[in-house]
């Protein structure tokens, strides 16, 4: 039952795709906050871009099937496949015949950290040079704070991520609540702009940070797809 079931969800999420998924014959058994401080280093850049949208990613090891897509088919999946795409491009590349999904999400989630890592040195730092009127101050300390917050949330997950254990329904679930407060810990920083009527400084945390909601974005579309393909969901 378990096999029919995450075979007919595979069918269904790459329709249309050059998704290939194959029924496994065994039955093979997985194996088994920082905070930030008023001036945090940037996390390194990724590497130089390069094309991989053919190489094939597996989902995390099943007790029942073996799903096997390529980048593009699970880009398909998201609700940005152009955005999925380019951000995957600068993947590192290996010399493995498939990516793992847990390792893509964890890649995705790294970026975005970056993006935030940046905004908030630049909120902490227009807060800190009291840049902007009463009320863009009042907002630039709330986003030190929910930016810091979401940072933390991040960090779990990719912490997860990278030694996920996909039988434990628990590790799964937190991560994608994890994000899911990331996400809206940052997106109360632009609403709070919103109600003070935007302005120079509000122009300059967007175009710093309005890279954050794509990233985690994608990333809780990964998350997602973690959850349906592991066998503690099936």
Known sequence: AGTCVLLLFAIHVLTNSTTSVQNASTNP????????????????????????SSVPVSPPPSSSANVVLSLTALCNTTQDSAFC???????????????????????????????????YVLA???FQARNGSSGEIAVLQDCVEVLDAAMDGLKDSRDILTHLDVTSRAQVMNVRVWL???????????DEFGDVGGGQVADRMNEEGSGIAPLLSLALSFALTVQHLSPSMV
Request: net charge negative; with cysteine; aromatic share 6%.
């Open 85 to 119: 795409i380019k951000t995957l491009d600068s993947y590192p590349r290996s010399n493995a015949e498939t990516v793992s999904l847990p390792d893509l999400s964890s890649y995705v989630v790294t970026e975005a950290m970056d993006v935030v890592n940046r905004t």
């Open 124 to 126: 902490n730092d227009l």
């Open 180 to 190: 899911s407060a990331a996400y809206t810990d940052q997106d109360t920083c632009w």
């Open 29 to 52: 058994k997985p194996n088994p906050n920082p905070q930030l401080s008023p001036n945090p280093s940037p996390i390194e850049a990724s590497p130089p871009p390069s094309s991989y």
